[in-house]
């Protein structure tokens, strides 16, 4: 079974400009989130997904933060503009459904560099 | 309010020695439990789950966690440390919301 892909791995740009990050799912997977994770934190959960639907995305800086789940399989994640505090590691994860009792699978993450 | 600490940031040991990383949790209904393990570059790795029932629960590579109510802790032990489990351990709560713990990071020394 294919894990949860993430793209790119590493990204480096400068304040103000934007960028994006991918993530596809395990197939089947109705439920998809999306976290944050700074350097010497646990991860922070940005926005969860079930299906093509938000779950919850009360911790996703709207103003500069945007995600959409077209289909309800892939997800993008995009921020514009960039600003230095939004280097980390953003983690993508998906479960078989909405519910706690099920096991979260996480990809490789996208570790982006703001300078 | 529901919220997760792991109070000790870094741990060192040496191969071969036990280990237990502590986990509290704050939470007013029964919690979901669970420990992941981060290795550098890798994504999170899920060692094992508390749902409800035996107090006492199994994972992988030879992990267990015990979930004590009365203490709002759900310890992570191993009996005898080996090299490759250096790496970053959160515990984590699925309440309202999946919150992670800080993490504690786990040296094995020789």
């Known amino acids: 079974e294919a894990g949860v892909a993430q793209s790119p791995r590493y990204k480096i740009i400068e304040k103000r400009q934007s960028v994006a990050f991918w993530c596809n799912p395990i197939?089947?997977?109705?439920?998809l989130y999306w976290y944050q994770q700074i350097l010497g934190q646990g991860p922070k959960l940005l926005i969860q997904f079930q299906n093509n639907g938000v779950v919850d995305d009360s911790q996703l800086p709207k103003d500069r933060f945007s995600a959409e789940r077209l289909k309800g399989v892939d997800s993008t994640l995009k921020i514009q503009p960039a600003k230095l505090e939004d280097s980390a590691v953003y983690l993508c994860?998906?479960?078989?459904?909405?519910?706690?009792?099920?096991?979260?699978?996480f990809g490789p993450g996208t570790r982006l560099t703001v300078t | 309010a529901q919220s997760v600490t792991q109070p000790d940031i870094h741990i060192t040991v040496s191969e071969g020695a036990s280990l237990e990383l502590r986990c509290n949790y704050s939470?007013?209904?029964?919690?979901?439990l669970f420990w992941y393990v981060q290795s550098p570059g890798q994504g999170l790795q899920l060692l094992l789950k508390?749902?409800?029932?035996?107090?006492l629960v199994q994972g992988i590579k030879g992990f267990e966690a015990e979930f004590k109510r009365s203490q709002s802790s759900f310890n992570l032990r191993k009996p005898s440390v080996h090299w490759s489990d250096a790496a970053e351990y959160f515990c984590?709560?699925?309440?309202?919301?999946?919150?992670f713990g800080t993490g504690t990071s786990l040296t094995v020394i020789p």
């Open positions: 939470y007013g209904a029964t919690p979901y």
């Open positions: 994860a998906s479960s078989l459904i909405a519910s706690g009792s099920y096991e979260q699978y």
């Open positions: 984590a709560l699925a309440g309202n919301q999946f919150y």
């Open positions: 197939s089947g997977h109705a439920t």
């Open positions: 508390y749902f409800s029932g035996d107090t």
